[in-house]
Each structure stands twice: as structure tokens, then as C-alpha cells.
Nanobody
Framework: VRLVESGGGSVAAGGSLTLSCVAS????????IAWFRQAPRAVRVGLAA????????FYADSVKGRFTISQEKPKNIVILQMNDLQPEDTGIYYC???????????????????WGQGTQVTVPS
């Protein structure tokens, strides 16, 4: 699976950005994509995730009501719409893919098999 992110940049607090993740070379069993963020000197944390078949979504409490994850069929593109961005949202945003199971927490890292190269999002304080 190949994942390519785009759409990062710098935006003032309160602004919006849209990130895209294009998934290609899909393998059998792949069924979920998530977005993770790694802030400077911090661990990588899950923000939002989606099951590509049924479209079920999951969000971290820190982004609920501000971020929206969606998919564009049949192109296997996942969009992360980010509104009301704040300085604490600064970091490298990674697209992640793998095979989720009914017991999988898609906002944790253990299920991830593939990572994109990351895209920088900066919200100056």
C-alpha cells in the first residue's frame, strides 16, 4: 500500500486546512485509514479514522467537532477537514492504513501496517 499526503501548511489560529491521503497498491484485507499527528518532542497520536467500506468514523476527543474525516469513492482518497485550528494542532500529520478488526482501536498505532511520509501543519501561537 502506498499512501501520499498533501495539503499541509501554515495557518493562523482559527483557520482551516484540508489534508488529503491517496491510497494506492491496495492489499487484500486493507479496510481502514487514519490520521495521526506527531507534535515536536511528542509521541504520534491518533486523531481520526474511517473504515473504507461502511464509512464508520472515529475521533479523538481533542478534535471532535473541529475535524471531519471522509472518503472519496472509488478513488481511495481520504480527506481530513480541519477547522478552528489552534497552536496545539501543530505537528506532522501522517496518513496510516491497515486492516482493522471489530476490536481494533483505530486511534492507537498497533493496527497500522503502512504510513505515509507526513505533511507539516503549523499554527503559530
Amino acid at each position: 500500500v502506498r499512501l501520499v499526503e498533501s495539503g499541509g501548511g501554515s495557518v493562523a489560529a482559527g483557520g482551516s486546512l484540508t489534508l488529503s491521503c491517496v491510497a494506492s497498491r491496495l492489499t487484500l484485507g486493507f479496510n481502514a485509514i487514519a490520521w495521526f499527528r506527531q507534535a515536536p518532542r511528542a509521541v504520534r497520536v491518533g486523531l481520526a479514522a474511517i473504515y473504507m467500506g461502511g464509512g464508520t468514523t472515529f475521533y479523538a476527543d481533542s478534535v471532535k467537532g473541529r475535524f471531519t474525516i471522509s472518503q472519496e469513492k472509488p478513488k481511495n482518497i481520504v480527506i481530513l477537514q480541519m477547522n478552528d485550528l489552534q497552536p496545539e494542532d501543530t505537528g506532522i500529520y501522517y496518513c496510516a492504513a491497515g486492516a482493522g478488526r471489530p476490536w481494533t482501536d483505530l486511534l492507537e498505532r498497533q493496527w497500522v501496517e503502512y504510513w505515509g511520509q507526513g505533511t507539516q501543519v503549523t499554527v503559530p501561537s
